[in-house]
């Protein structure tokens, strides 16, 4: 049973340009994400478990909201969704201020009754985590717990390796934190190597102490630069969204849309087939990242690396662009989007790693070297 290390949006191509030789006799290799965002991700890697296993494939699930709180705000107030960012900031000051979480997100207030917010972060909670046998056994540090800073959490992780634990599973949201806030390149890369090289001076502590253990390193997806905001324009094309006719939820780079109206469903599947943009996903393609359940969404379409959509429901901004530039994961996977790629790092003298991996593969080397089968 290993050190077992979950890296969020760790890059395979960031590893292999700067970090081939981070840890001796270190084997690398290349993991194609699978859809959705960490919520959903976490689960399918460690527990096996998808979004029609879940109900969930975005965080927002169309579900009737039960709180009678929202459900009177979002009638009172939809008038401001003609009112462009008056009704945006007016989300932001709601949920900041009076209900003190995100309750609205930037979905709008006419449709917000209809929607609920269902996705659960497996590692934010331990009652959460704990109930998952693949962690039995294990001493379990996760900075998304509490949401630790990283100086705690790398503090936790060498304690528990200085009094001797062997079988330890981290948890750390660095590379994610510092992808979201600038493009990829030489800004990004300076900004990870600090944490890099801290978490591996930990990694080489663990294996003077174990030297015969395994090390396991594997994050969920990597991290695209944003280059461009997408509109689709459904509305000019199929009229104005509302209950009754299409329900269209934009989830930065996921998009899912409801056709109450069966007779629109073919159409706009035609439409969006001719835009390039992002990928139409076929019912093969949805048997196979398990999100079949219609509740989320007739249709499924997915943005391609590097776009992102410009009306986005989950949450928006109105400050000016930072500098920086942005990133962003949870574009169409394909082998082409090569920021999109997670990476598997494994020290062993037991497995050799293959030269790329998909989820069902990687779930299984996770399971048999954290469990020794």
Known sequence: MPLSLFVDALPYNEMKAHYADWQADMQLSELIPNIAYSSSLHWQLYC?????????????????EKNKVVRFLSTVLSPLDKMGNLGLLSKKVLCRYVMRRNAFANIPYRFRKDFSEQGTYLFWDKRTYRAEPIFDGYTVISQDEGHRSFELTLSLLREAVERGDANIFGVFGFADAIGHKCRRGEIYSA??????????????????????????????????????????????????????????????????????????????????????????????ERAYFRATDRKFGDILYILREGNVFADNWFGKSVRKPNPDGAGMHGFWPEWEAKDQMACVALISDNHTLQEQYDYPAVHSLIKEIMKGR
């Open 191 to 284: 900004r990870l190597r600090p944490y890099m090289d801290t978490l591996g001076e930990v990694i080489t502590l663990y294996r003077e102490k174990h030297p015969d253990e395994e090390v396991l390193i594997v994050s969920d997806h990597g991290m695209s630069t944003v280059e461009r905001k997408i509109d689709l324009k459904l509305e000019e094309r199929f009229g104005k969204q509302k209950k009754g006719r299409y329900i269209a939820y934009c989830d930065t780079a996921v998009m899912s849309i409801w056709c109450d109206d069966p007779s629109l469903e073919k159409p706009i599947r035609d439409y969006l087939a001719t835009h390039t943009e992002g990928h139409l996903l076929t019912e093969e």
């Open 48 to 64: 096996d478990k998808y979004p029609d296993d879940r109900g969930v494939l975005v965080d927002w699930v169309r579900q009737s």
